[in-house]
């Protein structure tokens, strides 16, 4: 597939919902994606070579979103929200899934970015493994870490809605 057939057949919408879930910013989403975008087209050599264009893109946006970090800002974690809500409440549901990004943004970026790809991308530990550049037991490390550090943030967020009635 030809890197304009990919952005025709809406690899963009998928790069950028990627992108999201592993940033919790939508506007951090975009940035990533538009560099990563940029610079496939400046080298459209490159792309045409690779086989799968989708899993080349996904992985420059992996990349560029574990080395954001190091260019010019961090994302600051922000505090918690309480959980434990009814699930049939579609408003409850929303401030669930926010309340996890939020957890999630507070994760170090390889956990965060193998939850996202475990759970969100439904990828094996061994394609994690081969995107990350890292062995499939570093993969089942940062994923136990990782939900180890989730349940205990969530454990510490329930006290703390008994307190306000909820």
Known sequence: MELDEFVVAGGLDRLLRFAHALTGDRAMAEDIVQDVVIRLFIAPSRPSVVAR????ARRMVLNEYLSW????????????LAGGRDPSDHAA????????????ARLPRRQRAVLVMRFYGAMTDT???????CSISTVRSHASRALAALRVEMARAEPREQEMGR
Do not use: N, Q, S
């Open 53 to 56: 264009i989708d899993a080349y």
């Open 69 to 80: 970090g190091r260019k010019w800002f961090r994302v600051r974690p922000t505090p918690d």
């Open 93 to 104: 549901c929303v401030d669930d899934r926010d309340e996890l990004r939020r957890e999630l």
């Open 127 to 133: 394609e994690i493994a081969a995107d990350l550049g």
